[in-house]
């Protein structure tokens, strides 16, 4: 029909991935705010659940954008620099909560880890998005950097994966210390966007997910 905008294939499928992050967001809303950050969170920064559950505020360095991680799978501690929408998010629940508080406090959320995931599963079945988990949130993240023509040294850097055997690039960080964070991984979270907007060939977040 004249004057009506032609999408292509690849737009469809990128908006139809879209759209399921929207319907998830919405579903997820019902069991309150924290389990609404805590996904949204973890497609900000890719960290394992333990990760983010493990956090703590004095982990979180708003000035610098960036985030601690010193409980890891392979006990590196590792810094992640923080998207804007990252620290909205983290804004949102500080409210007064004391620097040695866990950031999804169980009694705040009124859940512990189980419980927090099965209104996660809940959440994705009501938004019609089968056989997607918690972790697949991870795996979305290295994805949209992927499609953002990231470096794979680099998110691995950020998802604090070895690199090479027994050794990370990151091998050691320290706390608070902004210039640990090298600006190639600052730029790699700023374009997570990018490869949201990017990403072709893949019409839901569950094959999102599975790309990375």
């Given at each position: 029909m004249s004057g009506s905008?032609?999408?292509?294939?690849?737009?469809?499928?990128?908006?139809?991935?879209?759209?399921?992050?929207e319907r998830l967001t919405k579903a997820l809303a019902v069991y309150g705010e924290h389990v609404v950050a805590l996904a949204g969170?973890?497609?900000?920064?890719?960290m394992r659940l333990g990760e983010l559950l493990n956090a703590r505020w004095a982990d979180v360095d708003e000035a610098n954008r960036l985030i601690s991680i010193t409980q890891t799978k392979n006990d590196k501690p590792r810094l992640v620099p923080l998207t804007a929408r990252a620290l909205e998010i983290l804004k949102r629940l500080r409210q007064?909560?004391?620097?040695?508080?866990?950031?999804?406090?169980?009694s705040r959320t009124g859940r512990k880890r189980r419980q927090l995931m099965v209104c996660f599963e809940r959440a994705a079945e009501e938004a019609g998005i089968n056989d997607f988990h918690f972790h697949d949130l991870r795996h979305t993240f290295a994805t949209r950097l992927r499609a953002a023509n990231v470096h794979e040294y680099d998110i691995a850097d950020l998802l604090g994966h070895s690199t090479t055997p027994g050794e990370t690039?990151?091998?050691?960080?320290?706390?608070?210390?902004?210039?640990?964070?090298?600006?190639r991984l600052r730029d790699a979270v700023d374009s997570l966007e990018e490869g949201k907007r990017l990403i072709s060939g893949t019409p839901t977040l569950r094959q999102v997910a599975k790309g990375a």
């Open positions: 905008p032609v999408i292509s294939a690849a737009q469809r499928k990128v908006a139809n991935s879209n759209d399921e992050e969170l973890d497609l900000e920064v890719g007064d909560a004391p620097d040695d508080e866990p950031i999804f406090d169980s690039r990151n091998t050691k960080v320290t706390r608070g210390y902004a210039h640990g964070v090298p600006q």
